[in-house]
Structure formats: C-alpha cells, structure tokens
C-alpha cells in the first residue's frame, strides 16, 4: 500500500508501539510525551544515516530499525543505566510503502520488546536520504548519579572486554563487496555470523546493568570503567583510558583464539593479520571495561556475555600483541 | 577555517556549550549524559531538515541553530514545562568550515542563554543535506505529572491565542520567492517582521510556564488545554479539541486588526483574505489554548505575550469569520 500521508504512517507506528507504556505518565499525541522520573536519567544520541552508517542494498527494512535504536541501547547500556524509552526523528523519502514502515516497525519493536522499552514520540519529515536520529535514555540507581563512565582507570587496573570484535567489520567489508542482490544474498549465507554482527548488533545492556548493580554493591561505581566499542577498540581504548590527559596505555593481548572462526576464515583467505583486524574493527557493540584487579574475578562472573582480559593499564603507549597497531579508526569528517 | 575531525567540530562545540552544567549530574563526554531527575520530564522531538524546512538560500547559519532549537522549546513549553536540556544529532555535509559551524552555535546558543538549557550531547555525522534533529526536554512541576495537553476542552469554554500568527507563512511565501541573494535581501528589508518570524521564530516557553503555575494554584490542570500552533490554527484547532473525537468545533473570528500590519499590507497587494492567510499559516510558534469562561479573565492576566480569544467550543464545525475554511495545513507525506 502506498502511503498518502502523515497520519497514515502515525497509524502504522501506534500498531507496533502502544500509546500507553508504564514508563511514561503521558504518552505520544501532544506536544511532549512525560517520563516518569525514577532517578537519574541517562540519555544519549545517535544518528543512523543512509550511505553513511548503512545502504539499502543489504540492509532490510527491518535490519535499519533494529540497528537504529541497538546502537542506542548500547551506549545506555554502557554507562549502567536501564534502557526505559527513546524518542525517534524519522526522516524518509516518501517513497517507503506500508510494507517497507512495517517491516522498520518490526526491527526498532524487536528490540523495544527486549528491554520494554517506551516510544514516547518524535517527529516525521521528508527528505531525499533516509535518516533516523534516536535519542534513548535510561534510569540509573541513585547510587550510581553519573552512571559507569571513561577515564576512571589506574595503574595495573585490568582492561577487559565483554562480547567480541571484529566481526562487524568483516560483515561491512564483505556486504559493501557485494554488487548485486545475487552477491548479496550469497554473502550472508556463507559469512552468517558477520553479517548478522553488521546488520544487528545485539547491544549487552543487560551486561551493563550488571556492572552497575555490581559497582553499587561493592561501592567501586568510581574505580570502574566502561564504555561500549562501537569505533573500535583502536579508537576506543584511549578513550576508555583517556589517555591523552593520563598517558596511560596497555600491551593489549587478542590472541587468534578469542575470535570468531568466520573472521579467521577470511583472514586466511586474504593473508590479513586477524588480531589487527579486529582491533581496528568498529560497530561490534561490545562492552570494553577497567576495573581493580582484586575485583576482576568476582566481577567476571556478574556478567553473562562472554569476557576477556585484554591487559593491564599501564604508563605508554597501547600496543597490540607486541605491536604498535597504526590504524586510528574511522572519522566522519576526515578528509 | 576548513575542518579536519570531528575532534575539530567537537571542540568548537565546547566554545560554545559547557559540558558542566547545574541540570546535569554528568555532561558531555561518555556514552551517555547524566540529567538531574526533579519532577516529571518532558520530552519532544523535532527535526529540522534541508530544504524541507529551510533553504541555505535565506537561512544564515545563525537562523538555523536558533530555529533547530526553538521549534522544540515551544513545543516543550507547550506542554507547561520549564526547558532544561537537549541533545542533537547533527548530520552536515562536510562542506561547512569552522565560520558556519561557529554562527549556528551562536544561533543555538542565542536559545540556550535565554533558558539555561545543557547541550548534553549528541551525534554528528555527514550526508548530503543538513539535518538537525533535536530532542529537547524541561521539567513539570509536580501537581502537573502530565503538563498542559490537548483534547481536554468542555463545550463553552474560551478558545484563546497567545502570540500572533500569520507572519511566519508570509515571511515564507516572500523568501520562497526570492531568487538572488539580492532579492533575499531585499525582501528582509521590506519584510522584516515576516522574516524574522519564519527564520527565527520566539517559543512562547515562558507563557507556558506561566500557564502551567497558573494551573497549579487553581487546580485546573485538567480543564485547561494548550498547543503550539505549528501547523497553523486551521489544521491545529482540531487537534486542540480533539474534533474527531468529541465533534467539537468553533465559531472562530479573527480580525484583520487583530493582525501584522505587514500581513495587510501583503494581503492589500495580492487580494488575498487576510484572516484565512493567517489562519492557514504555519509555524507561528503562537500558543493556543482552551480553559473554561470563568477562568479566562485572571488567566489571561498571567501571559506576557498579547492573546486574543478566538471563539467559543461548541458541536460542529470549525468556521473562519462566519466561513469554512478549505485548506487542511501542510502534510510532507500528501501528495
């Protein structure tokens, strides 16, 4: 069915996401949707953008509402909060029928269903490239006012990882190879798992929010460090370490064993370093942490993703098995 | 200056916006910003997108991170609420060098000073066309968990407006028409008024707020409605009465003294009626609103902004000066 206006496509929303969600006091259909307030509340923002972060070649419908609103979640994830609603800026081409908006609806409820999450409303517009700018957000315990959060670590602090790399990067490399439907459809049979990583990312919210009832439980919410890795964890460990202001780095340990069997396929494939390869990898949505190490084996067991110590902080530079790793991970604006 | 990184326009963003701030338990920096809970949020989305709601061709850059952000302030102001905070996803197209991105913060910043609102965050990426979606939130007090609201109007009660409305689709209409950047300054100067109205429209947040006091001293909360009038009165009033739900309309008059001298003189030059141009206009920014008779002479006394009554709620249609009015307001998705 084609789409003859606004309110159509509002009518498409309200099947998929009810009007009324214990989450909110007021919900959408006015200027402003209420949110119960239930402590601090974590809100972050980001943009899912048509030819920059995905195309419509091997993305679904349903895969850009799934990853639109995960990767949201996973930053709300990230600082401890427990995901509770997001607000979505939608903006098609007007060219999406009823069974295109649907198809999106299922991917974005996909993953309000996992977390109950409230969609308190947003706004439509029409332009010539998709573009979804959700904003989420997440109360966090009142022990725990600024969340989990960067730059907390000290000296011989473990730096571990929850979930695994590199996968996503294999999957983007392997979809934007493919030309046609036929390659397309051919790439995600044999590489499964890579594509499923760049097409939709499971965020660990659930692991996130098991290390902030940890932090609060062992009183250690400010000697805890946690951010997601969704620019790799080339780019992201100095920023988990802020190194830049500490001068802390690590000799990072990724041994060819703690990754995925489709990345090692494909790096004998083509004679690529695979540890590299995924430590430069982005969008893989795992969790990257620092902790005491007194805590790190208590700590270990709070989680249900599976986990890794990467090394230890140190003064220096971060190296990677021995090496230093060269590239600095992907910028938007960098010409 | 031509920018290199996101590093570059991140730290032009903080020249402008602190990353501390009173509303913030932690601010910019991290996977998520951390906002002080006191009292029910309220929360709205509006995106702001090239050349569907602007046109570089008369927008200075200054105009478009002031009006980005003031469409949202109504509508958060709209609903009764004090704005506190907002987070932006803010997709460029790499073109713009660190002059435009230090005039649109100005812009931005210019509605952030007036109310003390935290940037918390965001996103920022690159596409073709410029695209601001900006979240915004404020705080409710707590006798008002679910803010002033539409639909809630009894027959008799007033119809009021607060602002003016009109000026904003004429400035539209006559920049629309303007070529050259010779005749774009040439229509600023003849039409100041109407200019300033669609490129930098004033939110009505600290009537709202006022309103929403107002309903809380005399408990009225539920017995008075409000809107901002973004889509224009004709396609707005429905929405205040609930129209399709309780069959109410109105008797609206609304006289041409009751209008801009520069919307009559515009309306003299083209034979255009001049009430039905201003009631079909758009993006006023104007707030309407209901409360029962009684209340209205003491309400009325606490809005700064003029107001005018526009009729009374009654069964039936809504009528324009003792006729139907025709048009039903913008909708991107009609074709």
Same mark, same amino acid.
């Given at each position: 069915?084609? %789409? $003859?206006?606004?309110?159509? %496509?509002?009518?498409?929303?309200?099947?998929?996401?009810?009007?009324?969600?214990?989450?909110?006091?007021?919900?959408?259909?006015?200027?402003?949707?209420?949110?119960?307030?239930?402590?601090?509340?974590?809100?972050?923002?980001?943009?899912? $953008?048509?030819?920059?972060?995905?195309?419509?070649?091997?993305?679904?419908?349903?895969?850009?509402?799934?990853?639109?609103? +995960?990767? !949201?979640?996973?930053?709300?994830?990230? #600082?401890?909060?427990?995901? #509770?609603?997001?607000?979505?800026?939608? @903006?098609?081409?007007? !060219?999406?029928?009823?069974? *295109?908006?649907?198809?999106?609806?299922?991917?974005?409820?996909?993953?309000?269903?996992?977390?109950?999450?409230?969609?308190?409303?947003?706004?439509?517009?029409?332009?010539?490239?998709?573009?979804?700018? /959700?904003?989420? *957000?997440? @109360?966090?315990?009142?022990?725990?006012?600024?969340?989990?959060?960067?730059?907390?670590?000290?000296?011989?602090?473990?730096?571990?990882?929850?979930?695994? /790399?590199?996968?996503?990067?294999?999957?983007?490399?392997?979809?934007?190879?493919?030309?046609?439907?036929?390659?397309?459809?051919?790439?995600? +049979?044999?590489?499964?798992? +890579?594509?499923?990583?760049?097409?939709?990312?499971?965020?660990?919210?659930?692991?996130?929010?098991?290390?902030?009832?940890? +932090?609060?439980?062992?009183?250690?919410?400010?000697?805890?460090?946690?951010?997601?890795?969704?620019?790799?964890?080339?780019?992201?460990?100095?920023?988990?370490? $802020?190194?830049?202001?500490?001068?802390?780095?690590?000799? %990072?340990?990724?041994?060819? !064993?703690?990754?995925?069997?489709?990345?090692?396929?494909?790096?004998?494939? @083509?004679?690529?370093?695979?540890?590299?390869?995924?430590?430069?990898?982005?969008?893989?949505?795992?969790?990257?942490?620092?902790?005491?190490?007194?805590?790190?084996?208590?700590?270990?067991?709070?989680?249900?993703?599976?986990?890794?110590?990467?090394?230890?902080?140190?003064?220096?530079?971060?190296?990677? !098995?021995?090496?230093?790793?060269?590239?600095?991970?992907?910028?938007?604006? #960098?010409?």
């Amino acid at each position: 069915m084609k %789409i $003859a206006s606004e309110d159509d %496509i509002l009518g498409l929303l309200s099947r998929f996401f009810p009007v009324e969600h214990p989450a909110l006091l007021l919900g959408r259909g006015d200027d402003c949707a209420v949110l119960k307030s239930q402590g601090p509340v974590a809100v972050t923002t980001d943009i899912f $953008a048509e030819d920059t972060h995905f195309r419509r070649r091997y993305f679904t419908p349903f895969d850009i509402g799934f990853k639109s609103l +995960a990767v !949201n979640v996973s930053d709300v994830g990230a #600082s401890g909060a427990s995901p #509770s609603g997001l607000s979505v800026g939608l @903006t098609l081409t007007g !060219n999406e029928d009823e069974a *295109w908006i649907s198809d999106f609806c299922e991917g974005m409820k996909a993953v309000c269903d996992k977390y109950a999450l409230a969609l308190s409303g947003g706004d439509l517009t029409r332009s010539s490239l998709l573009n979804i700018c /959700v904003t989420a *957000w997440g @109360t966090l315990p009142d022990a725990l006012p600024r969340g989990l959060r960067r730059g907390v670590a000290k000296e011989g602090d473990i730096i571990f990882l929850a979930g695994s /790399v590199g996968l996503a990067r294999l999957g983007l490399t392997l979809l934007e190879s493919a030309e046609t439907p036929e390659d397309v459809r051919q790439v995600k +049979a044999d590489w499964p798992k +890579a594509c499923a990583a760049h097409l939709r990312p499971e965020a660990l919210a659930f692991d996130g929010m098991a290390l902030a009832r940890f +932090a609060v439980e062992h009183d250690a919410g400010d000697r805890m460090g946690l951010m997601d890795v969704s620019d790799g964890l080339a780019r992201d460990l100095p920023r988990l370490l $802020a190194s830049r202001i500490t001068g802390f780095g690590a000799d %990072i340990s990724l041994a060819e !064993n703690a990754l995925h069997p489709e990345i090692l396929r494909h790096a004998e494939k @083509t004679g690529a370093d695979a540890p590299a390869f995924a430590f430069e990898g982005g969008e893989d949505y795992a969790l990257a942490g620092t902790c005491p190490e007194k805590l790190w084996p208590s700590l270990s067991r709070a989680l249900k993703a599976p986990t890794l110590v990467l090394g230890q902080v140190k003064k220096g530079e971060i190296t990677l !098995n021995g090496k230093k790793p060269v590239s600095p991970g992907f910028d938007h604006f #960098s010409r």
